[in-house]
């Protein structure tokens, strides 16, 4: 099957432009969710008790789930403890990303994950999609849309490689500065591509 991974940064659109993959047909496995799965309590994965037990039982919610806004501050806080969760994680994830892609059904799959460049998944695509907007733009959606702080955003910012890294890597480009509309056809348009190459 022809794999296109999508990515971007944060703020990007990532998540719009696959929207509109996912209302032509096209099946997306979100890294996102895959990286929330392996972590659930019913998962059987492991890696939830795992957790508990290296950062105490106050990383739970009291309904047992992983809480994720205060694992993200230990981790952005301290590189080893990030380290520990990115060694533990990792394999669970790329594993489950990898028999979600096979089982796809269709011309070519989708593989978003927005550290796609950073996790060293590009040996499991054909091609790359980057969506793209300037940085000022990524900062104040990003802002807007999660409700952190600016120093929070740009410290995300800082752990993903840079735009210019990403444009060079892109076999296709989606500039998402404009409407949503524009974008929608952006996509649409590559799809036309992708199906003449799958």
């Known amino acids: 099957m022809f794999i296109l991974g999508l990515t971007g940064g944060i703020g990007s659109g990532k998540s719009a432009a696959s929207g509109v993959f996912k209302t032509l047909g096209v099946p997306v496995v979100d890294a996102d969710v895959v990286a929330r799965e392996v972590v659930m309590p019913t998962s059987g994965s492991g890696a939830l008790s795992q957790i508990a037990a290296h950062f105490g039982q106050h990383i739970l919610l009291p309904d047992g789930q992983l809480n994720?806004?205060?694992?993200?501050?230990?981790?952005?806080a301290d590189v080893t403890e990030k380290q520990w969760l990115n060694n533990l994680l990792h394999p669970l994830i790329r594993q489950s990303l990898l028999s979600q892609l096979q089982a796809c059904q269709g011309e070519y799959a989708i593989l978003e994950a927005?550290?796609?460049?950073?996790?060293?998944?590009?040996?499991?695509?054909?091609?790359l999609v980057i969506v793209d907007v300037p940085e000022d733009v990524q900062l104040k959606r990003a802002m807007a849309r999660d409700n952190n702080s600016k120093a929070q955003i740009e410290s995300i910012m800082a752990a993903q490689v840079s735009r210019a890294q990403r444009l060079k890597l892109a076999d296709y480009v989606l500039d998402n500065s404009a409407e949503v509309n524009a974008l929608a056809q952006q996509v649409k348009d590559l799809h036309q591509v992708i199906l003449s190459q799958a």
Request: proline share 4%; charged share 40%.
């Open 114 to 127: 927005p550290l796609l460049i950073e996790n060293d998944l590009l040996s499991y695509i054909d091609k």
């Open 68 to 76: 994720r806004a205060k694992l993200r501050e230990k981790v952005f």
